[in-house]
């Protein structure tokens, strides 16, 4: 049996039932990467939307997930030498644009969580253009986190349903978890089931920290760009041993 046809018959035998629904992914490691190989950090983040490619193409046409989620420039980013951040904002417009026609034909929506307003404006343009171009696709949800920060996230829905409660849209005695989830980036995507992070990290470094309430998390040495579907499919199967009980006794679902 080759290697694809065993990646394909372990792919087979995930339990349906059991899949997450969301799935988001803390991509970390690019710049060691590129450290180990004597490369430029640039080199590591460009090996990384290598692998952004190949994840994404494999959890709509492999896995079939719903949503998925990605990490790809946090609030704190800002802060890392003004080269590579010139270089990542290239690098994500370049992506926009190039990759844009492969997300319409597989039936993928984008959504951004995060303040675009920060980004430089041919960056943020290109980010719109694609949000546009994709809205009506059903296939995979895939959002990209840029200039986000989940304490940020939190702030700002804050202010949001501060505003509505000053202008007398709504009640503060209305403002509850089901409103404030409203507020936030990813009101229409469900939580996230499952939270990976590679490159050896465990920590959630300010990232959905309001919806990873109750998702599994899951941590691998691996750096960013060599992370493949097979260890993919390894942590799929591995979530899928737990057993998630939500702060109650049972799992969801379980009668």
Not at 79 to 95: G, S, T
Request: hydrophobic share 40%.
């Amino acid at each position: 049996m080759s290697e694809t046809e065993k990646l394909a018959d372990r792919i087979q035998r995930l339990a349906q039932d059991r899949m997450p629904e969301h799935v988001a992914i803390i991509m970390d490691g690019n710049g060691r990467w590129a450290t180990q190989r004597a490369l430029s950090r640039s080199d590591g983040h460009i090996a990384g939307a290598k692998t952004v490619d190949r994840i994404i193409r494999f959890a709509r046409q492999e896995l079939e997930l719903r949503c998925l989620t990605l990490f790809a420039f946090s609030t704190e980013n800002w802060d890392r030498d003004p080269e590579e951040v010139d270089a990542l904002m290239r690098l994500l417009q370049q992506q926009m644009v190039e990759k844009l026609p492969e997300l319409l034909n597989a039936g993928i929506r984008l959504r951004v969580a995060g303040d675009l307003s920060r980004l430089p404006d041919n960056v943020r343009e290109a980010v719109e253009a694609a949000l546009a171009a994709t809205q009506t696709g059903k296939a995979l949800q895939l959002t990209i986190a840029l200039n986000y920060g989940g304490r940020d996230e939190i702030v700002r829905a804050c202010r949001t349903l501060a505003s509505r409660a000053q202008r007398g849209e709504l009640s503060p005695s209305a403002i509850d978890e089901a409103a404030l989830s409203m507020s936030l980036d990813t009101s229409e995507v469900p939580d996230p089931d499952l939270i990976i992070r590679t490159s050896g990290e465990s920590r959630l470094s300010n990232f959905l920290l309001w919806q990873a309430a109750y998702a599994e998390l899951s941590f691998t040495r691996t750096l960013w760009p060599d992370f493949t579907p097979e260890e993919f499919v390894g942590i799929l199967e591995e979530y899928q041993s737990r057993n998630r009980r939500f702060g109650g006794t049972q799992e969801r679902g379980d009668s």
